[in-house]
């Protein structure tokens, strides 16, 4: 059957199981926006407020459900637009299909009206891209992507299609998805079983686990593994809800803001296991003070990981929870580390993590949040101070519940990922957690979440400052706040008010769970402005470049 570049692209979409799509239209995707009117029965466009919100959805769907996420963007400023979420969602191997418009195929390289080459902006940050010049090449191109896009190690996609392709006619025939490639076939026997005889020889082993026991949906498999073996388990940012944060075995964080518990641990340590993590500078600090007593044991689906950051002892290739699953088959002895696990268990009651101050504000909303809404909530948070404390705080139990920028950093990605989120797992309360310095780069967002009453809760931890900044100001730069403090006069009741968002306020005195219980009943879009002191720290803390066991635990002793 003949049809139109524009209505291949939305059948391709059909055909990939795509529901939900964000974008923001433009003269260079108009062909494609008139299909998405046509079928607005089968796929749902949720117009945001900027394109980046668009890309910061997108990926919030992708990683709340495990789906593709797909924004779409004009071309020229809406193709850039999109770039910091495409490099947010790469950082953190997030599944997205990112599609643009583009000029005429006669006008690319002219320099023409709102011509920009996106697929070369955006080549260091996806993990592939297309410009589709043929319109006999459009349905193989997009069903190619959605693959890319899932298989091995996920990450975003670009798509950028000029518009007479979208116009043009060729021939199309519905084809079934692509089976995704788990990549059992680079997993070797022999590497398994020397992985098991060094677990097997360790006194003091320890996990430190990563966001890719997440992409793999590995979680069952990985809890079995580390109950087997008896090690303790550390986590990256990227791995929390990766084990059950009550577990006995379960440590905390790693690195530059992980509990000194895990931090001790590692360096302790004489086999560091290390599943589905890329050894980030957040996380390894000093490279050659890292686990430096310690062979290591790397399990990961990329090889371009292995040895690319620390040297590893050995190493197994693949699919995360394929390889757990294999070392299973072959685990025959018992592993018994009882003594290491209790000296865990008394490190873990002499080094409490702490907030500074003694109201304890920003711990306290957390813990709160957590009694209310329990395991199943989804928590999705800016970049900061309180991204930290909610990763301390908010005790994960489940894979998919903590949605976050790790690798890049990316203040702003909250409330587009969180709105992503809500609408890729609608049965769930999705609550995004902000500082007053991130919230204010995407606040535009509040209205697309009241155009489309997206029931998300956004907690404002307003602090008055950039935080992170400032805490590192006062530890390492005499208490020089050079731009940092925000002493504009934005009142944030008042803002979600115009924008049709219910806006709450918790003052310092407020009492804290009769707000929370007032925003999750509202049925609709809640911003509650949470007061907190100016000067509570992210501890403990490892100052940059320094071995992951000098743990700084009070700014007491900090002199500069």
């Known amino acids: 059957m003949k049809m139109r570049g524009a209505k291949i692209l939305i059948e391709c979409l059909k055909e990939q199981g795509v529901d939900t799509v964000f974008g923001f239209p433009g003269g260079a995707v108009l062909n494609i926006y008139d299909e998405l009117y046509k079928n607005s029965d089968s796929i749902k466009h949720i117009l945001t407020a900027h394109e980046q919100g668009a890309a910061h959805a997108a990926d919030g769907y992708a990683r709340a459900t495990g789906k593709v996420g797909v924004c779409i963007a004009t071309s020229g400023p809406g193709a850039t637009n999109l770039v910091t979420g495409i490099a947010t969602a790469y950082m953190d191997s997030s599944p997205m299909v990112a599609i643009t418009g583009n000029v005429p195929v006669s006008l690319l390289g002219k320099d023409s009206f709102q011509e920009v080459d996106i697929a070369g902006v955006t080549m260091p940050i996806t993990k592939h891209n297309y410009i589709v010049k043929d319109v006999k090449k459009l349905a193989e191109t997009i069903r190619e992507a959605f693959y890319i896009a899932q298989e091995g190690r996920p990450g975003p996609v670009l798509i950028d299609i000029p518009k007479d ?120 600090s000093k490279a050659d003070r890292f686990a430096r007593k310690a062979k290591i044991l790397h399990i990961d689906i990329d090889p371009a990981e292995i040895n690319k950051n620390i040297r590893t002892y050995h190493h197994v290739i693949g699919d995360v929870r394929e390889v757990l699953i294999k070392m299973k088959g072959l685990m025959k002895d018992s592993y018994k580390h009882e003594e290491w696990m209790e000296q865990i268990a008394q490190w873990k009651v002499k080094y409490p993590i702490r907030v500074t101050t003694e109201n304890q504000r920003p711990r306290d909303i957390l813990v709160k949040i957590h009694e209310i809404l329990g395991e199943e909530a989804v928590i999705v948070t800016e970049v900061g101070q309180h991204q930290m404390w909610a990763a301390q705080f908010f005790k994960f139990s489940k894979p998919d519940t903590f949605i976050t920028s790790g690798g890049l950093g990316t203040m702003g990605f909250g409330t587009g990922a969180a709105m992503g989120a809500q609408l890729g797992k609608p049965d769930k309360q999705i609550v995004s957690i902000a500082g007053d310095g991130s919230f204010q780069m995407n606040c535009n967002e509040l209205g697309t979440l009241a155009k489309y009453n997206i029931p998300v809760v956004i907690v404002l931890m307003n602090n008055h400052t950039l935080g992170m900044v400032r805490q590192w100001q006062t530890l390492f730069y005499d208490k020089r706040y050079s731009e940092t403090n925000l002493d504009h006069p934005i009142k944030w009741v008042q803002l979600a008010d115009a924008f049709g968002v219910k806006g709450l306020s918790l003052s310092a005195t407020d009492d804290i769970e009769s707000v929370l219980r007032e925003a999750f009943a509202a049925n609709g879009p809640v911003l509650i402005d949470c007061e907190i002191p100016i000067d509570d720290k992210v501890l403990p803390m490892v100052a940059p470049g320094a071995p992951i066991e000098d743990v700084i635990l009070s700014v007491d002793p900090i002199t500069n």
């Open 165 to 284: 392709v979208t116009a043009f006619e060729t021939e199309y025939e519905y084809a079934e998805p692509k089976t995704i490639s788990r990549h059992g076939e680079l997993i070797k026997e022999d590497d398994l079983i020397k992985a098991l005889e060094l677990i097997k020889a360790a006194k003091n082993p320890v996990i430190y686990a990563g966001g890719g026991i997440i992409r793999s949906k590995a979680s069952k498999e990985f809890l079995e593994f580390a109950e087997t073996i008896q090690a303790p388990v550390g986590v990256s940012l990227m791995a929390k809800g990766s084990f059950p944060a009550a577990h006995k075995q379960y440590m905390g964080m790693i690195g530059m803001h992980g509990s000194k518990v895990a931090n001790m641990s590692v360096s302790r340590s004489d086999l560091l296991i290390v599943i589905g993590a890329r050894f980030s500078d957040r996380v390894v």
